[in-house]
Nanobody, 126 residues
Framework: QVQLVESGGGSVQAGGSLRLSCAASGFAGSGYHMGWFRQTPGKEREGVASIDRDGNTRYADSVKDRFTISKDNAKNTLYLQMDSLKPEDTAMYYC????????????????????WGQGTQVTVSS
């Protein structure tokens, strides 16, 4: 059974950094594309960053050059390094994994994934 457990969220001042981790179990992460999403109350879940099984990455324009997604296949762990954080980055952040092939254009969309973690809260104060 696929399980994704996020950690590393917290509160930070604007301009600060956080590193999110997502520990995966029940599957080999190297065979999946994986991604980070975020959501605030009343809004749709938004794709932040994705990494496919070949290591190709994609980012939302709002986080490009500030966030970095990476994956350690040996540890079956996904990371999101978040630098230069802004108050508008405040959200619940979710890790996601997808086994079935999907077009690259789907990898920042929720429909590109079939397994989700429970989320970790990130709060950025001004």
């Amino acid at each position: 059974q696929v399980q994704l457990v996020e950690s590393g969220g917290g509160s930070v001042q604007a301009g600060g950094s956080l590193r999110l981790s997502c520990a995966a179990s029940g599957f080999a992460g190297s065979g999946y594309h994986m991604g980070w999403f975020r959501q605030t109350p009343g809004k749709e879940r938004e794709g932040v960053a994705s990494i496919d099984r070949d290591g190709n990455t994609r980012y939302a324009d709002s986080v490009k050059d500030r966030f970095t997604i990476s994956k350690d296949n040996a540890k079956n762990t996904l990371y999101l390094q978040m630098d230069s954080l802004k108050p508008e980055d405040t959200a619940m952040y979710y890790c996601a994994a997808g086994l079935l092939w999907r077009p690259m254009s789907w990898l920042l969309l929720p429909k590109g994934y079939n397994s989700w973690g429970q989320g970790t809260q990130v709060t950025v104060s001004s």
